[in-house]
């Protein structure tokens, strides 16, 4: 049967023109038509041939200029055509200013071994001139923006050649390997260095696998105590070097080679071949990884911790004496403050008191102080504690007696003299059968676990104990404390002394001051007197405050106040030759200048070291008349009816005692009937709180508010300045003298 052929698409082309009759109306239509199938086939190739080399050539210009390496393409006259951005960046240049190849930088091109490149010998020139692929040429440029040489591989390929075949165009294709060079210098200066390392011995280096020790030098097998044979024979296996406490650092740092390539230092012990351990810094890098073998580093620390142990001996012994250096300081400290308060106390009460509560403020929980009664027994003169609890106790102690003979701590230490350190003292004292009860049951309600009893000596024999405790919350007592305690001990002692011999000064001086005050006060007419003498109460010391008022010819009174410089037995001394000297010259020419004047001059000879203040005065009570002189003395003060007061201050002068020709001043002044005069030292206007100025001017105003209406109500006034109840460190005198209507 035939064969149908298909049915095949055929493009034609037509022209169609219209047959007129002989009219002018169309009598046909004459069809021209033409093959157009290969034609038209063949304009369809071209245009899909040029959308095809369109997309090629979108793709080589994305491909060109994402590039990592540099491409340059140039014309035979050196016409720069195409650059990519990598070129660009590799060269340090902007496209733009690109416009002629070789660069200019290249003509300072050097060879590896730092020689120059020839113009001509440059990889686009060779290629140009020779038609030929010019692969892998060196150089060394400058960057054009930081100057750094930038060491090139350029690649020159031929291109676009001619009909003679001459190339017209060539490729440089760059690759900047700077960075790349430096590392394999620092990878060959690396290898350099573990040769270096390994050859000088100075620490171990040892190349290892999983179970083999395969290479080390001599530093590594000595830390291990091996030798080359041993290594040479393999019988070194590391894993047996390893105690088992060493197991898992060592499979983390082997899990961290495989990881990452190397491990972080880490130390471990090796067990060396006799057998002792020997601690070790080990860090590793791999040097292959199949099989997996590395390169470690071992150092030895077995001197470095041998130092690290001496250091830290040696500073525990430097923390230990600088705490034994500070601890002197702080027993120094105390001793010296405990000095300051026993020389500042005024008196013995006062002394134990301040000495105690130094010591339970410093170094104790309680501290009692025994001083021997006159019934032989010892009694707890001073009782200090911390808290509230054994105070209860401590205070049912005090009233407790203990016998001078016994076994006690405290009698022991009463009796020989010697200090005693007693520890876990509530169980010793538990053990004693024979103590009586009731100081047992208050001594077990104390618990007292460290106690230091040490005597108070300054003589043959002690004059009392000294007994501070801690409580078991506290560290106990050491023998550096022992030996503060003693000290302390004797320096309380010769406190009591001291306290107890200026008792008996004060005493005695006192008796001897009031022994040269006058017994009475003259009866004069028309005239009140009253006087006051009050001894100061802070402190053991006497002051040689003194008043005079003795009858003189003609009706007249002579009123004397004085102070002499000074505040002991002397003083009150010299103040009884000051007041008879004086007394002398006024019955023999009563004028207040002469009798200052000549008592002065007696003064300086017989008594050079004495000094005084003096008032000295005459009264007429008759007729008012009043002279008086002063030698340095606060002045009197006048009142003349409510609300007036004055101070008598004329008559200002040197005091007693000044050597040479000394001159005195006698003023006068007219009292009326009513009008006083009060006479005082310095006692009663200046304190440690109050200036001498600020003291006379409340003076003035007390005087001034006052009703004193007689010399009695004077002195009363006066004296209501001195605060209530408050301690006096010097002696107040008082004369007042009132004239009666």
């Not at 830290?312 to 702080?330: C, D, P």
């Not at 027994?377 to 016994?406: H, K």
Request: aromatic share 4%; hydrophobic share 45%.
């Amino acid at each position: 049967m035939a064969s149908v052929p298909m049915p095949r698409e055929i493009l034609a082309g037509e022209l169609v023109q219209a047959v007129p009759d002989a009219g002018t109306a169309a009598a046909g239509l004459l069809v021209f038509a033409a093959d157009a199938t290969a034609h038209v086939r063949d304009r369809r190739g071209q245009e899909e041939l040029a959308e095809q080399l369109t997309v090629t050539e979108d793709r080589y210009r994305t491909l060109f200029e994402t590039l990592p390496q540099g491409v340059v393409y140039c014309a035979a006259d050196g016409r720069v055509l195409e650059i990519n951005p990598a070129a660009c960046e590799i060269l340090g240049v902007e496209a733009d200013a690109i416009v002629r190849w070789p660069l200019a930088s290249a003509w300072r091109a050097i060879h590896e071994d730092g020689s120059p490149w020839r113009p001509e010998e440059l990889p686009a020139a060779v290629a140009l001139r020779t038609g030929e692929v010019v692969v892998d040429a060196m150089l060394g440029m400058p960057h054009g923006r930081t100057g750094e040489t930038r060491w090139l591989r350029v690649t020159a390929v031929p291109d676009a050649r001619d009909e003679d075949g001459r190339p017209q165009r060539a490729y440089a294709m760059i690759r900047d390997l700077t960075e790349q060079r430096r590392a394999e210098a620092a990878v060959r200066d690396g290898c350099e260095l573990l040769v270096r390392l390994r050859d000088a011995n100075v620490l171990g280096v040892v190349t290892l696998d999983e179970q083999w020790i395969i290479d080390a030098n001599d530093a590594y097998l000595d830390i291990i105590g091996y030798t080359r044979e041993d290594l040479v024979g393999g019988r070194i296996d590391w894993r047996k070097m390893s105690p088992p406490q060493s197991t898992r650092v060592e499979q983390e740092a082997l899990a961290q080679l495989r990881r990452t390539g190397v491990c972080q230092p880490f130390e471990k012990e090796y067990i060396h071949r006799d057998g002792h351990r020997v601690p070790v810094l080990i860090g590793a890098a791999v040097i292959d990884r199949s099989p997996l073998r590395w390169m470690s580093f071992v150092v030895d620390l077995t001197a470095q911790q041998r130092a690290e142990r001496e250091r830290t001996e040696l500073l525990a012994r430097e923390q230990a004496a600088q705490a034994e250096a500070e601890s002197a300081r702080e027993r120094l400290t105390f001793l010296l403050q405990a000095g300051d308060l026993m020389a500042a106390a005024r008196d013995r009460h006062e002394l134990l008191r301040q000495a105690a509560r130094l010591v339970v403020d410093s170094m104790a929980d309680f501290c009692l102080v025994y001083l021997p009664a006159e019934d032989d027994s010892l009694r707890a003169a001073s009782i200090t504690y911390r808290d509230q609890i054994r105070g209860i106790i401590l205070t049912d102690l005090a009233d407790y007696p203990i016998q001078e003979v016994g076994q006690l701590t405290v009698q022991a230490v009463y009796a020989t003299g010697t200090s005693q350190l007693v520890r876990d003292a509530a169980a010793r004292l538990a053990s004693q059968a024979d103590l009586p009860p009731l100081l047992a049951s208050l001594l077990g309600r104390l618990r007292p676990d460290n106690v230091i009893v040490a005597p108070l000596t300054a003589g043959p024999r002690p004059a009392g104990v000294l007994a501070l405790g801690r409580g078991l919350e506290q560290p106990g007592f050491t023998q550096a404390d022992v030996a503060v305690v003693e000290e302390l001990g004797r320096r309380m002692a010769v406190g009591l002394e001291h306290a107890d011999a200026a008792a008996r000064d004060h005493t005695i001086a006192e008796t001897l001051q009031r022994s040269v005050l006058p017994d009475g006060l003259p009866e004069i007419a028309g005239l009140d007197l009253a006087v006051r003498y009050l001894p100061a109460t802070d402190g053991l010391e006497v002051g040689g405050d003194w008043y005079d008022a003795f009858p003189l010819d003609g009706g007249r009174v002579g009123l004397v106040i004085g102070d002499v410089v000074g505040h002991n037995i002397a003083a009150a001394s010299i103040m009884g030759q000051v007041r008879n000297l004086l007394r002398g010259y006024a019955i023999e020419n009563p004028r207040p200048a002469d009798v200052l004047r000549r008592t002065n001059t007696a003064l300086a000879r017989l008594l050079p070291d004495a000094l005084a203040t003096v008032v000295y005065a005459v009264l007429d009570p008759a007729v008012g008349k009043l002279t008086y002189a002063s030698a340095g003395h606060l002045p009197p003060i006048v009142t003349a009816g409510a609300g007036h007061a004055e101070y008598l201050d004329a008559a200002v002068g040197v005091m007693l005692g000044v050597p040479g020709d000394v001159a005195f001043t006698t003023r006068r002044r007219h009292l009326a009937r009513g009008d006083g005069i009060l006479f005082y030292t310095d006692g009663l206007i200046e304190d440690r709180h109050r200036d001498i100025t600020d003291g006379l001017d409340a003076l003035a105003v007390t005087m001034r508010n006052g009703v004193a209406r007689s010399a009695e109500q004077a002195c009363v006034t006066a004296q209501a300045m001195l605060p209530s109840g408050a301690p006096r460190a010097d002696d107040v005198c008082l004369l007042a003298a009132w004239l009666t209507g």
